[in-house]
């Protein structure tokens, strides 16, 4: 989606480093969410945010954390306490409320 | 147990095959189901978004929602092989409940439409 932007599409660290990634998002929605991807597990939330300044956690959010200092952005940092970091990371943004959400084209992290 | 099932597949179809994707959930507050696909390599498109029971159709493409058995389904008619992709159902609650305001995913269904 164009007014979606993940950055960098791949990304390669070694074990014990933090990483971050970027999601900038130019469609002026107030919610903004991190969804990691494996094979054969579907989507599985990691945090959200409704609006700037606050954030909540999802299902997986041990060994990550994000700020909402801005609108248009949501860093995600993947810290070395996640034990398996190695995942497509999709954000994705949303109106609030019951809207559907749309994707970025992801990152995908190798850690090794 | 997780709160939505979905066959993983793969489902491969000849083309013009009409394609059915099922998903199944146990959380009797969602109200809000999405279908979503997904070209490899790519973020999640959206697809369709229907509330509540009852039947969405755009294109070659129809929404079925049935929640007195807890069942949705994608109906994909004249299938071509652009439709190949990984097709994800996701579905959401309504305000005041916990998922509320974000979506929770089926495992995807891995389909692929040959010439």
């Known amino acids: 989606d164009g007014g979606i932007t993940q950055s960098p599409k791949y990304l390669f660290r070694k074990e014990g480093q933090n990483v971050t990634l970027s999601c900038e998002q130019n469609?002026?929605?107030?919610?903004m969410y991190w969804y990691r991807q494996d094979p054969g597990q579907g989507l599985r939330l990691i945090y959200y945010?409704?609006?700037?300044?606050?954030?909540q956690k999802g299902d997986i959010a041990e060994g990550y954390s994000v700020s909402r200092e801005k609108k248009e952005s949501f860093p995600l940092t993947v810290t070395s306490a996640q034990k398996n970091p190695t995942a497509f990371y999709l954000c994705?943004?949303?109106?609030?409320?019951?809207?559907?959400?749309?994707f970025g084209n992801g990152t995908r992290l190798t850690v090794t | 147990q997780k709160e939505v099932e979905q066959d993983p597949g793969p489902l491969s179809v000849p083309e013009g095959a009409i394609v059915s994707l099922n998903c199944t959930y146990s959380?009797?507050?969602?109200?809000?189901f999405m279908w979503y696909r997904q070209y490899s390599r790519k973020g999640p498109e959206l697809l369709m978004y229907?509330?509540?029971?009852g039947n969405k159709e755009d294109g070659r493409f129809t929404a079925q929602v049935d929640k007195s058995s807890k069942y949705i389904s994608l109906f994909i008619r004249d299938s071509q092989p652009s439709d190949s992709a990984t097709y994800l159902c996701?579905?959401?609650?309504?305000?005041?409940?916990?998922?509320?305001?974000?979506?929770?995913f089926g495992q995807g269904t891995i389909l692929t439409v040959h010439p």
């Open positions: 994705a943004v949303g109106t609030g409320g019951t809207s559907p959400l749309h």
């Open positions: 469609l002026n929605h107030d919610a």
């Open positions: 945010s409704q609006i700037v300044n606050d954030f």
């Open positions: 959380n009797s507050a969602f109200q809000y």
């Open positions: 229907t509330y509540s029971s």
């Open positions: 996701a579905m959401m609650g309504s305000a005041g409940g916990t998922s509320y305001g974000k979506l929770t």
